[in-house]
């Protein structure tokens, strides 16, 4: 999400060609599918013609993205609003299979003492990335999801999970909770399986509630709406 700069890069591209004509929410949109497969993921075949808002929803986010902190009562209910089933959800939340974690998003599982869900040397490890359980929120100070494949979206993190080495609580959940974790395990045994559920949630996700026809715009610049 701190790559949006490249967002207007593609954008700006776009406007040199045909002008008005592609959103940048079909840019963001087909910009996950697109990074999804250099990840190794399944190709998505996403439809496009959304169209842009004409004001901003910021403060819909904390309303209905969760938190890493949620239960996962409360993962499933968000999702499952929009039209996502539970194994839909599982399957999102292998996209923690990549990337990192900054370490002020993990002490709290590590002091003043450690999370017992958590596997004794993968705390320990966590130490060595976090050694402070106040570290400074402006240095880079991070632990990756997966340390096997963390730059490949697979079924590893399902693997972790199942040894206790989830990352952040809501992984973690994953596998205590009785309506997700056979789908964990289904998901730790079948890389294809995972792929597949993967691409349907994110499918699912990005055709909820979007703007079509006359309900927003086109952007002339992904920052700003139009100005009348």
Known sequence: MRNFKYVKTIKDALEQECPGTVSCADIVSLSA??????????????????????????????NTIPNHNDSMEL???????????????????GAHSVGRVHCVNLVHRLYPTVDPTLDPDYAEYLK??????????EAVLYSRNDRETPMILDNMYYNNLLKHKGLLVIDQQLTSDPTTSPFVEKMAADNGYFHDQFARAVLLLSENNPLTGDEGEVRKDCRYVNSE
């Open 75 to 93: 993962v499933l209910s968000r999702f499952q609003s929009i039209g996502i089933d539970t194994q839909g959800i599982v399957a999102l939340l």
């Open 33 to 62: 599918r697109d990074g999804i497969v250099l990840l190794g993921g399944p190709r998505i075949e996403m439809k496009t013609g959304r169209k842009d808002s004409k004001r901003s929803y910021l403060s819909e986010v904390e």
């Open 128 to 137: 060595g990335r976090c050694p402070t359980p106040d570290p400074d929120p």
